[in-house]
């Protein structure tokens, strides 16, 4: 497959053929929303990727906030990948149980860490099973493995560094949630937030960057919908979405047509809707 890139998205082919290298690590990076009824590491643990190691996105975080899933500091990063074996030299692939929906979170932590050896497999665990390819119940076998992790600050932005590009308007912001939750249409899935979305941000729903079968389109498809959206892309962007997970789908994609100026803003409305003193807006600017 033409389009796979070892630093960013592989085909369940790619995987395939690549199952049996020494230094593969794939990682189960399944994580849903409460509404959607399932328990990613109960259907982890009835049949994965052969080799695959669960990364819990609630779990590997930092327990300090108040905030769901905020990025891990760094040392219980390192300590829970060495506990995988997930280390230096390690060529990584992270997959969901949706297709592509949390996978693309865990891909940006691995960034964020400062690891560029890391891809999201295209499709998931659902195109890898639909072609009926190996999957088992046995957890793998782990040895502990070294990490070195630079934490790459440019890659993640708190609400003061967001707060202050909505006045400046010298980045665009792009809000991955659906249109009518950007609208302020429908309400947050969390209790206590405000609707609508941060003043001067661009809506791309991440699902309009994903085909039918919840593989990610092709890079020129990508770059049209983040055009159609108004998103210049000259300007550095700034992703965000409800709590920092679908925004990453917006980082892969920014990435696969060769944007690296791109950070995430990791308490995205699940903190910027829960402070009255932040403007909302619910049009379009």
Not at 185 to 213: K, Q, W, Y
Not at 239 to 259: D, F, P, Q
């Amino acid at each position: 497959m033409a389009n796979d890139d070892p630093k960013t998205l592989v085909s369940t082919e790619w995987l395939a053929r690549h199952l049996k290298d020494p230094d593969l690590r794939i990682l189960d990076a399944s994580w849903y929303l409460p509404g959607m009824g399932r328990d990613p590491k109960a259907e982890y643990e009835a049949g994965h990727i052969p080799g695959a190691r669960f990364f819990d996105i609630d779990e590997i975080s930092d327990g300090r906030s108040d905030l769901p899933h905020m990025a891990p500091p760094i040392e219980k990063f390192m300590s829970r990948m060495r506990a995988m074996g997930v280390g230096d030299g390690h060529q990584v692939v992270i997959y969901d149980g949706k297709g592509l929906f949390s996978a693309a979170r865990v891909w940006w932590t691995f960034k964020l860490m400062g690891k560029d050896d890391v891809a999201v497999l295209d499709g998931g665990l659902p195109k890898w099973t639909a072609e009926g390819r190996e999957i088992e119940d046995m957890p793998p076998l782990v040895r502990d493995r070294h990490m070195t992790v630079q934490r790459r600050a440019n890659m993640v932005r708190d609400v003061t560094q967001v707060s202050a590009a909505s006045k400046l308007k010298d980045h665009e912001i792009i809000d991955a949630r659906g249109a009518a939750r950007f609208r302020g249409e429908a309400p947050e899935p969390r209790e206590g937030l405000r609707s609508g979305h941060i003043p001067g941000s661009r809506n791309v729903p991440f699902d309009t960057l994903l085909t039918e079968a919840e593989t990610m389109k092709e890079p020129a498809a990508l770059k049209a919908v983040f055009e159609a959206a108004g998103v210049d892309l000259s300007k550095p962007a700034i992703t965000t979405c409800g709590s920092g997970v679908t925004a990453a789908i917006l980082s892969l994609a920014l990435e696969r047509i060769g944007k690296t100026d791109h950070s995430l803003y990791d308490g995205s409305w699940s903190e910027w809707g829960q402070f009255p003193t932040l403007p909302v807006a619910t049009t379009e600017d």
